[in-house]
């Protein structure tokens, strides 16, 4: 089973500041298959983010993910008001699917 | 516009089987993609707990896999998820989604493990 570990666990910062959450697997995850996802309190979890660093329909370009192998960055350019949430990356190359434990951007 | 919707008991007794099936409306399961569930506790992580082609193969979170059933029902164009001799710990927030990058989740539906 390939652990997700991301990092930092709470991300204080002010709107209009730039966002850098990171997502380390303990083995490479196969294809990049890597995705991040945006979660409010109260929603179901909306992809943003699949195959490491395609955006899916609909999300804003400020958001943008990177990495292959081990290493993944979801980047957030300039915080909007509405962006203050939960972030999820997910594995999906192999079996079983893996969560990371969440990195929440809170209003600094 | 495709969407999922969950329905099932929000309560069910310790040792029991919980029983929720997914709704999917504006594309037909039959057509192809992975069909999953996923859940979180309250206050917690997500968990993916297993998932189902549309063929039928199923694929289950190994923590799960001995208590877990997914199923899919295409004429209903539904999928369907029994897990079995629950506890206080299954209590949690069930998601159904799309694909195997969750491209497209139901909203959620609170399932509770209480006597």
């Known amino acids: ?108 | 516009q495709v969407q999922l919707q969950e329905s099932g008991p929000g309560l069910v007794k310790p040792s029991e089987t919980l029983s929720l099936s997914c709704t999917v409306s504006g594309y037909s399961i039959s057509s192809g993609y992975y069909w999953g569930w996923i859940r979180q506790p309250p206050g917690k992580g997500l968990e993916w707990i297993g998932s189902i082609y549309h063929s039928g193969s199923t694929y289950y979170n190994p923590s799960l896999k001995s208590r877990v059933t997914i199923s899919v029902d295409t004429s209903k164009n539904q999928f369907s998820l029994k897990l079995s001799s629950v506890t206080a710990a299954d209590t949690a927030v069930y998601y159904c989604a799309r694909s195997s990058s969750c491209d497209y989740w139901g909203q959620g539906t609170l399932v509770t493990v209480s006597s």
């Open chain 1, 1 to 108: 089973e390939i652990v997700l570990t991301q990092s930092p666990g709470t991300l204080s910062l002010s709107p209009g500041e730039r966002a850098t959450l990171s997502c380390r697997a303990s083995q490479s995850v196969t294809s990049n298959y890597l995705a991040w996802y945006q979660q409010k309190p109260g929603q179901a979890p909306r992809l943003l983010i699949y195959g490491a660093s395609s955006r899916a329909t609909g999300i804003p370009d400020r958001f943008s993910g990177s990495g292959s192998g081990t290493d993944f960055t979801l980047t957030i350019s300039r915080l909007e008001p509405e962006d203050f949430a939960v972030y999820y990356c997910q594995q999906y190359g192999s079996s079983p699917r893996t969560f990371g434990q969440g990195t929440k951007v809170e209003i600094k």
